[in-house]
């Protein structure tokens, strides 16, 4: 048949419709053979995928956030883009800093309830002079010394206990014209350290939803520039104008799509301190129950999850995974953000990301949509405006946590129901964007469709690929990652529709260390999926390895070892191996039942921040602190689903 | 340069300027005249700046950060008489720091009407090319050579390799697989490092060109590389970062005005430091 008898085919089948199409007349012959010129040759040609990730801190505060200006906090947005673009910094208590290497990009993210009062308190700005509060509060700080520290403690308990001056605090309020100069110069601030190609700086702020404690904050960021940004103002969590309930955060997001034909999402984080109700399965906290607008909303507005960070590791609980010897990592698991509750272990099931993801197909069984569909990464949550992950250069959750000598030894928060230790803080995290260019567009995008992956803080280059038909041929090829795309989906993707005779499905996976890092331990496959009894199941592979070892007679595969010299701070690539790639096959597919997919790398153990510091300061690490830790990345899934 | 834009550079009209707007405000807000004043930094005085550096620090001040201390105090002092003399003071609420404060914002607005030209930017480029300058460029090949690889050892291998690729083959086809690019054109330095490890981007300085060489180590293994091309580090033309020193050069300005316009003032002080006090200033020298 030749191209012109098809195309006459074509035309004459259009023809029996209305279809514009059928307008088109047929090419003559021969005019389409040069048109497709099919696959290049060279590998490199017509690329369109990404070659390397972009790391960055999707949540940072700067002296904008009023819990950051509390405790001391003196730098604005811009010292925070000059920080996480590599340049030295001298941090709000005077000490210089700087990161190991710059990020690729960042969100600062502050509180959008009183976004910018307290620093304005601390300079007495006028208008707020004339409030007898502010102009008490300024003259302390101005003071310096005890008067300050009084000050500051007067600020504190005003603020949680709700007796600030409704007036003063309108100003700071979406509806004032002081607001909306504020977030204007967020965005200004944002568009001058955004360089195309070189560094991203996202606009965004976080809505601080908290229920009676509970945390159910989300960081919010867009795609675009200051001419959608600026057409509106950030959503608070204060009624009337703004709210607590997620709904209302998924509609003003709604509405700044259609007010600006622009485009936002929103990252949730720290379940580990919502006392359950961040992933609820049958209602929200209010007894609304869930239903198909819930998790249709959710699983559109919140793509992603930020499974890691200062205060704590969100990805699994050893309770919700006793079979999981890595699942203690970091839980923070005592009570909810202000401790003003404490925690029951019925609570853990809606607080952690792997479980959530489970919950997830079960919901979507029952009500048509999955709303944790979500892909996972990690970033700090510092309120320092600097975005500090590595253990050898933490510089701690807010100011009061800057480096020092007893930071390790303070609470970090106590009360009645139980309390927090300064070396509690994790390390962690950062996010890494597989995104084809620096930019907010190619970022934004690739947050969008889940292809992100998050780390403890290092950063290695971790892939992760599931199809029908990979071999072990293809994790050969010269670029495994051009068949990983060809033939199948990446992280945070859904695998293909299962050919016919597909026996289960496949995956490669490799991970790179960092290069100025520490070597890997392993790889894992995290499995879960939804049985023939609607109940939700998990499992952890093992599938990639350093060192000669084998899995023992209990299915464990031995730890790698500890090289870690605590009392220098120190560590050795004497174990674990610089790469690892592997190929595996489901060994337990069953094709009626829903499943997802994620690779969790492991780092064999290095010193943790804290034994950095009793090395630098001479002191002894507490008995209960452990003195090394296995840094880790988690990939987002990727998502099975059977035929309907 | 045009007469007036000289005239315009010269600090010296800027305090005019600046004396010009404060008298302004003086004769409307009629100062007292007042004669040649004494500011005298006493040991005591030292010794209570110290404690509170110590009360923060949990340690005492260096003799350096002594000195800068003293200086400080003696900043702090000038500049509130000067303000208080101006009528700065009125307000209750504002307390010192603030007047310190306000004299600064004066010198800082002074200080904008300034625009730098070309011949201090050069200057600044060159004086500071570190912080300014571009970093190699790379356009290399690599085949890696993987340790997990057991077939034979490594000089074997790359003796092997060198044959086969003099010999027309296509390196992408050759050695071990790993999840980096094989190619790059054109590659930051500082990308190269990100990705391969500091020590393969240092070494890929040293390659020749043109032909392979190694084995280059890199955080995963070693390589055998050919760079292709390289273009070395340097610094960048005056347009090319001309925003981001006009931006830089707006900061030290800013900076050098105020130290300029203290020298100015302190002169109508006479400064008298304790003798102790001078002696723990002058061990940071």
């Known amino acids: ?53 972009l790391w960055g801190d999707s949540h940072l505060h700067t002296d904008l956030s009023m819990d950051a200006g509390l405790f001391g ?69 101005a003071a310096g010394g005890d008067a300050s520290v009084q000050a500051s403690l007067d600020l504190i308990s005003a603020f949680s206990q709700g007796k600030v001056d409704p007036e003063m605090f309108a100003l700071y309020s979406p509806g004032s014209k002081l607001y909306k100069n504020l977030w204007e110069k967020v965005v200004a601030d944002a568009e001058a350290y955004n360089e195309p190609g070189r560094f991203t700086a996202f606009i965004g702020f976080e809505w601080t939803s908290l229920i009676k404690g509970n945390n159910m904050h989300r960081v919010v960021i867009m795609r675009d520039g200051p001419v959608r940004a600026r057409q509106v103002v950030p959503f608070t969590m204060t009624a009337p104008q703004g709210s607590p309930d997620p709904r209302d955060l998924w509609k003003y997001l709604t509405d700044y799509e259609e007010l600006t034909n622009g485009e936002i999402l929103a990252i949730p984080h720290n379940g580990n301190l919502s006392n359950g109700i961040m992933f609820p399965l049958e209602a929200q906290w209010n007894g ?35 079979d999981d010897e890595f699942a203690d990592y970091e839980n923070w698991d005592i009570g909810n953000l202000d401790v003003s509750e404490a925690k029951s272990d019925d609570m853990l099931a809606g607080e952690y990301a792997r479980e959530a993801l489970k919950r997830g197909l079960a919901i979507e069984t029952r009500l048509g949509s999955n709303p944790y569909k979500f892909g996972m990464i990690g970033s700090t949550d510092s309120h320092t405006s600097l975005a500090t992950a590595e253990e050898d250069n933490f510089f701690g959750k807010h100011t009061g946590y800057e480096p020092k000598s007893d930071r390790m030894s303070h609470p970090f928060m106590e009360n009645e129901n139980g309390k927090i230790m300064g070396w509690q803080m994790v390390g962690s995290g950062l996010a890494a964007v597989w995104a084809q260019e620096n930019t907010r567009e190619s970022i934004f995008d690739a947050m969008q469709r889940k292809e992100v992956y998050g780390t403890t803080g290092p950063r290695m280059a971790v892939r992760f690929f599931g199809g029908w038909n990979f071999t072990e041929q293809d994790m050969n090829s010269r670029i495994p990652a051009v068949v990983g795309y060809e033939k199948g989906s990446p992280m945070g993707g859904d695998l293909r529709a299962r050919p016919e005779g597909a026996e289960a499905p496949t995956f490669m996976v490799w991970a790179l260390r960092d290069p100025i890092g520490a070597n890997l331990d392993r790889i894992q496959i995290v499995k879960g999926w939804l049985d023939e009894d609607g109940n939700t199941r998990e499992k952890v592979y093992d599938v990639s390895w350093s060192d000669d ?59 943790r921040w804290t034994t950095y510091d009793a090395f630098r300061y001479g002191i002894d690490l507490p008995d209960d602190v452990p003195p090394s830790t296995q840094e880790r990345a988690y990939t987002s899934p990727i998502w099975y689903a059977p035929e309907s | 340069m045009s007469k007036f834009a000289r005239v315009l550079r010269e600090p010296l009209v800027h305090f005019f300027v600046i004396g010009f707007v404060l008298f302004g405000w003086s004769v409307t807000h009629e100062p007292d005249p007042v004669p040649l004043d004494e500011i005298h930094v006493t040991a005591g005085q030292a010794e209570n700046i110290a404690m509170l550096f110590e009360r923060t620090w949990k340690r005492p001040p260096t003799s350096t950060e002594f000195a800068k201390l003293i200086d400080g105090h003696i900043r702090e002092e000038v500049l509130y008489r000067e303000a208080k003399i ?41 004086a500071e090319s570190e912080r300014y300058s571009i970093a190699a460029k790379i356009t290399f090949q690599h085949i890696f050579l993987s340790p997990k690889n057991t077939e034979g050892d490594i000089a074997q291998r790359i003796d092997e390799l060198l044959i086969r690729l003099e010999t027309g083959s296509d390196p992408e086809l050759l050695g071990d697989p790993i999840d980096l690019p094989s190619r790059a054109e054109l590659a930051d330095q500082k990308r190269i490092s990100a990705a391969f490890g500091p020590r393969f981007a240092d070494a890929l300085l040293e390659q020749p060109i043109g032909s392979w060489s190694g084995p280059v180590s890199s955080a995963y293994g070693q390589h055998l590389v050919r760079v292709e091309a390289r273009s070395e580090r340097r610094l960048p033309d005056l347009a090319e970062v001309h925003a981001r020193l006009e931006r830089d050069w707006q900061n030290a300005e800013r900076k050098k005005l105020r130290v300029q316009l203290l020298e100015r003032l302190k002169q109508n002080y006479r400064i008298v430091i304790d003798p102790e006090v001078m002696k723990a200033t002058e061990a940071a020298s």
């Open chain 1, 288 to 322: 609304t129950k869930l239903d198909e607008t819930y998790a249709a909303l959710r699983n559109k507005w919140e793509p992603l999850y930020e499974a890691t960070q200062i205060k704590g590791d969100g990805e699994a609980h050893p309770f919700l995974s006793p």
């Open chain 1, 73 to 141: 906090n003196r730098l604005p947005p811009k010292e925070a883009y000059r920080f996480a673009r590599g340049e030295e910094v001298v941090s709000s208590t005077g000490q210089p800093v700087r990161l190991s290497r710059p990020l690729d990009w960042l969100v600062v993210a502050d509180h959008s309830d009183g976004m910018g009062l307290i620093g304005d308190i601390k300079t007495g700005k006028p208008e707020l002079l004339s409030y007898e509060q502010a102009a008490g509060w300024y003259e302390g700080l």
């Open chain 2, 86 to 126: 101006l009528g700065l003071d009125r307000d209750d609420v504002i307390i010192r720091q603030r007047m310190v404060q306000k004299y600064d914002f004066l010198t800082d607005d002074v200080s904008a009407l300034r625009q730098p030209d070309d011949g201090e930017l050069a200057a600044i480029l060159q």
């Open chain 1, 549 to 607: 070892r084998a899995p023992g007679d209990d299915g464990k595969l031995p730890p790698v070892g500890n090289t870690v010299d605590a009392e220098n701070a120190n560590w050795t690539n004497s174990i674990g191996a610089s790469e690892l790639s592997t190929h595996w096959v489901d060994p337990n597919f069953d094709p009626t039942q829903k499943a997802f997919y994620y690779a969790r790398v492991l780092e064999i153990p290095t010193p």
């Open chain 1, 1 to 53: 048949m030749t191209t012109h008898t098809v195309a006459l085919a074509i035309a004459a089948a259009l023809l029996g419709t209305t279809s514009a199409l059928a307008q088109v007349p047929p090419p003559p012959d021969g005019e389409l053979s040069g048109a497709y010129t099919g696959k290049a040759y060279s590998p490199y040609a017509k690329r369109a995928f990404p070659e390397r990730p």
